[in-house]
């Protein structure tokens, strides 16, 4: 049984960091490549950063800059370390891991392209 279980939320100042975990179970961790999505109160699912099993990244143009993304594939782990925080980075983010394969930007961006998802952990921005 496959579990993403995301970590790191909480109350932060505009301009803060926070560092997010998603801890993955039950699939070939190496094989997978993994992303962040965030969802804010009224609002669509939104892409915000991947990262192949190769460690190449690719991020929203909203987070580029201020985010990270990375991942330990002997912890079966992928971070997001967000800096810089505003407002507008306040959403739920979950974490979504889909066999990694030849892709497109589009795809990835997608969130019907990843088969396993996280619970989703809050994160709030405090103006």
């Known amino acids: 049984q496959v579990q993403l279980v995301e970590s790191g939320e909480g109350l932060v100042q505009a301009g803060g960091s926070l560092r997010l975990s998603c801890a993955a179970s039950?699939?070939?961790?190496?094989?997978?490549?993994m992303a962040w999505f965030r969802q804010a109160p009224g609002k669509e699912r939104e892409f915000v950063a991947v990262i192949w099993s190769d460690s190449r990244t690719y991020g929203a143009d909203s987070v580029k800059g201020r985010f990270t993304i990375s991942r330990d594939n002997a912890k079966n782990t992928v971070y997001l370390q967000m800096n810089s925080l505003t407002p507008e980075d306040t959403a739920d983010y979950y974490c979504a891991a889909t066999v990694d394969r030849p892709t497109s930007i589009g795809f990835v961006s997608a969130p019907d392209s990843y088969e396993y998802w996280g619970q989703g952990t809050q994160v709030i921005v405090a103006s």
């Open positions: 039950g699939l070939a961790f190496r094989r997978y490549l």
